[in-house]
């Protein structure tokens, strides 16, 4: 009977509800990836059907162009109107990235840096601690959420859903405690990423929201993105519901501002213009050319640790969590505000951003963006594969072949395997596995090559063609005669 029930359920989401969905020339020229799209389509009206989601837009980046994104289900249970990579969604704590971002902008500008203490931005910060001796407060520790700070600001609003202002935080901060030392412990804090916005402000001369439409949003062509959204903007924006009941029904949770929480929690945007945001931080190599908006090297510095969780199962970017999953590096935030929740997911080795957006309390968007990440992101990675090097082995690299050693007694081996020359270590004790020994030398130009950490290693010859000596980095090695 359950079973029943579900595949009319599933039958009338294919027939009533019609999605919108993108895909440029990519999917045409990789079938494998296609093929993976068509399976993580199916897979998600299944789930959208048995769980009785009502509304998602999904979207996958790769080499910053959206080469698929997605709507399923209805932005509105009422009207039935569809959801689609263009409808707005409320991004909660996926805002922190913005508000991270216009922090590393404002760095670059000479404006503040990293390690100043708030107070140096906000001299009106003040906050009782009871840890004698503890380092001032930094904006390091802010954007790592390390500073020791309470969640939230001391005002109930999570409860009543009345933000306080600006104003009101500051002033009620005074009252508050450090609950640790900074730099001890990640403790995440809404109230620590408020400051953040508040010395944007201070350092800019603008508005937390006028700068990030001037700043982000309009470089970026993020178009139909808000910090504090119109009333004609709210209009278009999924209707928001709380958790399904026990009879089937969700209760529409009331649009309410987070005025000053907003750089924590307050953006207003879609599958469509978070892409873009994605796009810019799939930048983040050296050689991307990106700059208009924030310089490669900064987008790289938030993608990397700067705070590794006491058990190693991650750590902290500059507004970014990182974590490892499938020998993978993941870069991501989620966000979760009155019945909007959203799942913004870099895979930086892929070059792959995800993003997924629900409009109900009870629906969880990480379940789609990591299907997606291990179904289109596996697909992506083995279309796109260079073809395995074939390597040629030089009859003249005959003439390396031997054992060195070093003043110290310490012998090498240069030797040729399969896939080319290779300078074998023996080390003392022996290595557990042989293949840490292995150095893999790579030709640059006669007599010269190249290891695997970028350095060089020459053979110097005599006169009559054989190796006189190794140079190895700035060491050298000399050839055991026996």
């Not at 705070?307 to 490892?324: A, E």
């Amino acid at each position: 009977m359950l079973r029943a029930r579900f595949l009319v359920l599933l039958t009338l989401l294919f027939l009533a509800l019609p999605v919108a969905a993108q895909a440029g020339d990519f999917l045409e020229e990789h079938p494998e990836v296609r093929d993976a799209v068509t399976l993580l389509d199916l897979w998600i009206q299944e789930q959208m059907a048995y769980q009785q989601i009502p509304g998602l837009s999904v979207g996958v980046v790769y080499d910053q162009e959206v080469i698929w994104s997605k709507g399923y289900g209805v932005e509105d249970l009422e009207s039935q109107d569809p959801v689609t990579p263009a409808t707005l969604f409320r991004l909660g704590s996926v805002t922190k990235l913005f508000t991270a971002t216009a922090i590393l902008q404002l760095r670059d500008q000479g404006k503040l840096r990293l390690d100043d203490p708030v107070a140096q931005h906000l001299p009106w910060f003040e906050l009782q601690s009871s840890f004698e001796g503890a380092p001032e407060i930094t904006l390091r520790h802010l954007l790592t959420h390390t500073a020791g700070l309470p969640r939230e600001a001391a005002f109930p609003y999570w409860t009543t859903h009345e933000f306080p202002t600006s104003e009101e935080i500051n002033a009620a901060l005074r009252t508050q405690s450090a609950i640790y030392p900074p730099d001890k412990i990640y403790k995440y804090s809404n109230l620590g990423m408020a400051l953040l916005g508040e010395v944007v402000v201070a350092a800019s001369g603008q508005t937390y929201a006028d700068y990030i439409e001037q700043h982000i949003f309009e470089p970026l062509g993020m178009t139909h993105s808000a910090v504090v959204p119109a009333a004609e903007d709210r209009q278009q924006m999924a209707t928001a519901y709380m958790r399904r009941q026990p009879d089937g029904n969700r209760e529409v949770m009331d649009y309410y501002e987070t005025r000053g929480m907003a750089p924590a929690a307050n953006i207003v945007s879609s599958v469509d213009d978070l892409a873009r945001f994605g796009a810019l931080h799939l930048q983040a190599a050296p050689d991307s050319g990106a700059g208009e908006v924030v310089k490669a090297s900064t987008l790289h510095e938030m993608q990397r640790p700067h705070w590794v969780y006491s058990d190693w199962s991650g750590g902290r970017g500059l507004g970014f969590g990182i974590s490892r999953r499938d020998d993978k590096t993941l870069v991501s935030h989620g966000g979760w505000i009155g019945g909007n929740r959203t799942h913004f997911l870099l895979a930086p080795g892929d070059d792959l951003a995800i993003i997924a957006m629900v409009n109900a309390d009870d629906a969880t968007p990480y379940q789609f963006s990591f299907q997606a990440l291990d179904l289109v992101g596996a697909a992506i990675a083995e279309s796109t594969a260079p073809p395995p090097t074939i390597r040629r082995v030089d009859p003249g690299w005959q003439r390396y072949l031997g054992v060195y050693t070093d003043p110290w007694g310490w012998e090498y081996q240069v030797m040729i395997l399969e896939d080319g020359l290779v300078l074998y270590s023996h080390n003392y004790p022996p290595e557990d596995n042989v293949a840490e020994g292995i150095t893999r030398l790579e030709p640059v130009e006669s007599d010269t090559f190249k290891m695997s950490d970028g350095e060089l290693v020459v053979f110097e010859m005599d006169d009559e063609g054989h190796v006189e000596r190794i140079q190895r980095r700035y060491d050298f090695l000399y050839p055991v005669v026996r």
